[in-house]
């Protein structure tokens, strides 16, 4: 970690967001211990002494304030995979917005989970902790009056599912820093468990709401449960068409919440997860238990996807949004026509993988993203020159050697864009863009070329914020810019995003009104260059 750390701790908090609305708090004191996830000893990311940390439970537009106190040795920070943080990316948690929580020190995040609803989760973002734990669930209830569309669950799971290694994050994060790649995971967990390690118990005829999130390193998993269907409801908080579904493709990073009726004779069936288009495949099983089904496991076909990628890709077109159904608002989430607007800039991004000095290093637009001394965000805020450069990364892929930069791409408030992600590797990808959902309007194999937008989607297509993009095969986007500030966009195959494969996009406006954007938070930690300076009296 570069950061020169010189920390500020301001004692007024709570001053800026929706007051109106309710507040919720946490106190969570994030350590090391032991865990055995696959049966071998290893050093864990706890919070409250629990793996996976708990679960944040809230409602559209609550203001959450966590406070999080760094017993590490290291310097530390918490994202939130998916939360919106409208107006205040200081308050975003990655290393381009927020300086890191030094050891022994803590700092309390103020976020607003503003018109949002749905399947989250938060991730610790730096020095590849998110190896070793530290992630948990983040579900947005609706507001009471505000319909959502299926029935109440008898209950509601998350479960966390993700590719796990037996080496601890200082080891997997050492071979990175040398230039290796990571070997092939040791196996697959489900909510921190190995094989058979997690159970979820339910009664006959009753149904239950899954919200399931990828908060592994790198592969793509299937998910199913043996028997049973899956009804898709929602995906990172849009309500999409309920469509039954035997397995379901969750690619890294990704969020999703499934209908499950137990509707079977009572006994035990397999949750199955599995690694998709790897070679060997990774299995691993959690229990559905029924209540009074005694010991007994079903044996009906535990089932799975075919290894084709088309499968994949005609599953991932069949995510619609439900244009009657409201979303965070008592409005039709249909109500919006992103397809009858026009965009104004097409930004086309291209990953890339390659030797640096010797070293692997990940790209996009050939740069390969290297942090500077201060927060990005900071160095703006502060006016501090020298640490980054708008425009340091193009709009196109440039066809040219990888070199290294802190790349920033600049982009006007209130403009509606289209990006293109182009994956020429033969590798799955996964992207994010924090501070934003956005809807994934077409996906194809082969190179994008304009006549691919004859085949867009500009009705129905579902909002969200991490999309995959299949080998050699390309996933178009349209983001409205409404959300000032500086945003991460980063590939979710986590040794690529810590080797470089992620920029900040710096949605700009020049005007100063806390209605665009709020000013620092009295408490944020000052770091690097902005050590000593003094955050703006409100
Ligand atoms: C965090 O947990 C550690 C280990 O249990 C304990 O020593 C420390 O006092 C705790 N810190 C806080 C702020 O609760
Ligand atoms: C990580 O594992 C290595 C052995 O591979 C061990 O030497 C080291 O102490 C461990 N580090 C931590 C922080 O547990
Ligand atoms: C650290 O925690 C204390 C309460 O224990 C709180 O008063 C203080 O504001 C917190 N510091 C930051 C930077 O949030
Ligand atoms: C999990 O349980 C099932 C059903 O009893 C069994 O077939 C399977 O072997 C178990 N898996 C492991 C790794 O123990
Ligand atoms: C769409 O949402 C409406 C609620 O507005 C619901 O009645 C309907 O069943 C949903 N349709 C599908 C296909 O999910
Ligand atoms: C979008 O562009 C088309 C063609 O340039 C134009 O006819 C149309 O009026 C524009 N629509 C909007 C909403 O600006």
Redesign the pocket.
């Known amino acids: 970690m570069p950061l020169n750390l010189a920390a500020f701790i301001g004692v007024v908090l709570f001053a800026i967001v929706g007051a109106e609305d309710p507040y919720r708090r946490w106190?969570w004191?994030?350590?090391y211990g032991f865990i055995y996830p696959l049966g071998i000893r290893q050093q864990g990311i706890l919070i409250n002494?629990q793996f996976p940390g708990p679960d944040i439970y809230s409602v559209t537009n609550d203001n959450l304030i966590i406070n999080v106190?760094n017993?590490l040795d290291e310097p530390f920070l918490i994202s939130w995979n998916g939360i919106q943080n409208r107006r205040n990316s200081f308050e975003d948690g990655v290393y381009g917005t927020t300086c890191p929580i030094p050891p022994g020190r803590?700092f309390t995040y103020i976020l607003q989970v503003k018109d949002q609803i749905g399947s989250f989760y938060y991730y610790p973002s730096l020095a590849f902790h998110k190896a070793a734990g530290g992630f948990g669930g983040i579900r947005i209830l609706s507001r009471p009056l505000i319909p959502v569309p299926f029935p109440d669950p008898a209950d509601d799971y998350t479960v966390l599912i993700g590719d796990w290694y037996t080496s601890n994050h200082t080891d997997l994060k050492a071979l990175l820093d040398r230039g290796k790649k990571l070997h092939f995971p040791d196996g697959i967990l489900i909510n921190g468990r190995g094989p058979n390690g997690t159970s979820f118990t339910v009664d006959q005829g009753k149904t239950y709401r899954l919200r399931v999130s990828n908060v592994g390193l790198q592969n793509s998993l299937n998910f199913r449960v043996q028997g049973h269907k899956l009804k898709l409801v929602e995906v990172e908080g849009t309500h999409t068409l309920q469509i039954s579904y035997s397995s379901f493709d969750i690619h890294v990073g990704q969020s999703y919440s499934f209908l499950l009726t137990a509707d079977q004779p009572a006994q035990n069936y397999l949750i199955v997860v599995s690694s998709r288009f790897t070679t060997p495949i990774l299995t691993t099983t959690g229990v559905l238990r029924y209540n009074n089904g005694g010991g007994s496991f079903s044996n009906l076909p535990t089932g799975g996807p075919t290894i084709q990628v088309d499968w994949s890709l005609n599953q991932a077109r069949s995510i619609r949004t439900n244009l009657t159904a409201s979303g965070p608002r008592p409005n039709p989430q249909g109500s919006y026509h992103y397809g009858m607007i026009n965009t104004t800039r097409t930004i086309r991004l291209a990953n890339s993988a390659g030797l640096i000095n010797g070293k692997q290093r990940y790209a996009v637009n050939s740069v390969s993203f290297v942090a500077a001394d201060t927060p990005l965000k900071l160095a703006d805020y502060f006016q501090i020159g020298g640490v980054f450069r708008v425009g340091s990364i193009s709009d196109a892929p440039t066809g040219g050697g990888m070199y290294l930069d802190t790349s920033v791409m600049n982009a006007d408030y209130r403009a509606f864009i289209e990006i293109v992600f182009e994956n020429p590797e033969n590798i799955m990808q996964s992207w994010h863009l924090n501070g934003y959902q956005f809807w994934v309007v077409g996906m194809d194999g082969g190179q994008w070329t304009q006549a691919s937008r004859n085949e867009y989607n500009l009705r129905d297509a579902v909002a969200r914020s991490t999309i995959q993009v299949y080998p050699k095969s390309w996933t178009a986007i349209y983001i409205a810019l409404d959300n000032v500030g500086m945003w991460n966009l980063r590939t979710e195959f986590w040794a690529r995003q810590y080797l470089g494969q992620q920029f900040y996009l710096r949605v700009y406006t020049k005007s100063t009104s806390i209605r665009d954007e709020y000013p620092i938070p009295k408490n944020a930690l000052l770091c690097g260059r902005a050590s000593g300076r003094h955050t703006r009296p409100l």
């Open positions: 106190n004191n994030v350590t002494g106190f017993s803590n």
